[in-house]
T-cell receptor, first 113, second 114 residues
Framework: GNSVTQMEGPVTLSEEAFLTINCTYTATGYPSLFWYVQYPGEGLQLLLKATKADDKGSNKGFEATYRKETTSFHLEKGSVQVSDSAVYFCALSPGTGGFKTIFGAGTRLFVKA | DVKVTQSSRYLVKRTGEKVFLECVQDMDHENMFWYRQDPGLGLRLIYFSYDVKMKEKGDIPEGYSVSREKKERFSLILESASTNQTSMYLC?????????????FGPGTRLTVT
């Protein structure tokens, strides 16, 4: 079946540090991959997405590349800010025949000033 | 911008009460979803709907039912609330593109059952 595994948190970084949150997936076919972010007290919002292998999604300084050979979609940011403190969810949507999104467990990020 | 609204941000109910959680989206999306979010478990799908009056069970439907009488509105019903239903409930909607199902979320309802 389809599944998403992401690194456990919390992740604590100092401002301007480099961020990597690992995400790997299991899926049949050609899924679309997503990163969602949830700021304190809010619902999830889409951060970036990639719909096919080797695509790079990017937004607000965050990037992730769809790697089919390693079934990975790691989230990176070169220099984090305190305002990036949130919970990050990796997710996949099956390419065909279904529209249920599978979410990872979420990784909480704390950024210290 | 897509807007998904939920009827309450915080709700406190007693065990055995019937609870209604309402969700409304303004983008004419066919698909709507109800999730619950619990620490360490991520998001778990309770029910989803792909059209008016159509519904499908998700991964944890027990103790819940849903109603979709109008395209923009998707209601989650707890028939007899129990303490193990204390959780954050998130509603989402998505357009019907075949290969990319980006979801738009409401702000969530934090339900406490005492």
């Amino acid at each position: 079946g389809n599944s998403v595994t992401q690194m456990e948190g919390p992740v604590t970084l100092s401002e301007e540090a480099f961020l990597t949150i690992n995400c790997t997936y299991t899926a049949t076919g050609y899924p679309s991959l997503f990163w969602y972010v949830q700021y304190p007290g809010e619902g999830l919002q889409l951060l970036l997405k990639a719909t096919k292998a080797d695509d790079k999604g990017s937004n607000k300084g965050f990037e992730a590349t769809y790697r089919k050979e390693t079934t990975s979609f790691h989230l990176e940011k070169g220099s984090v800010q305190v305002s990036d403190s949130a919970v990050y969810f990796c997710a996949l949507s099956p390419g065909t025949g279904g529209f249920k999104t599978i979410f990872g467990a979420g990784t909480r990020l704390f950024v210290k000033a | 911008d897509v807007k998904v609204t939920q009827s309450s941000r915080y709700l406190v109910k007693r065990t055995g009460e019937k609870v209604f959680l309402e969700c409304v989206q303004d983008m004419d999306h066919e698909n709507m979803f109800w999730y619950r979010q619990d620490p360490g478990l991520g998001l778990r799908l309770i029910y989803f709907s792909y059209d008016v009056k159509m519904k499908e069970k998700g991964d944890i439907p027990e103790g819940y039912s849903v109603s979709r009488e109008k395209k923009e509105r998707f209601s989650l019903i707890l028939e007899s609330a129990s303490t193990n239903q204390t959780s954050m409930y998130l509603c989402a909607s998505s357009p019907p593109e075949r290969s990319v199902y980006e979801q738009y979320f409401g702000p969530g309802t934090r339900l406490t059952v005492t």
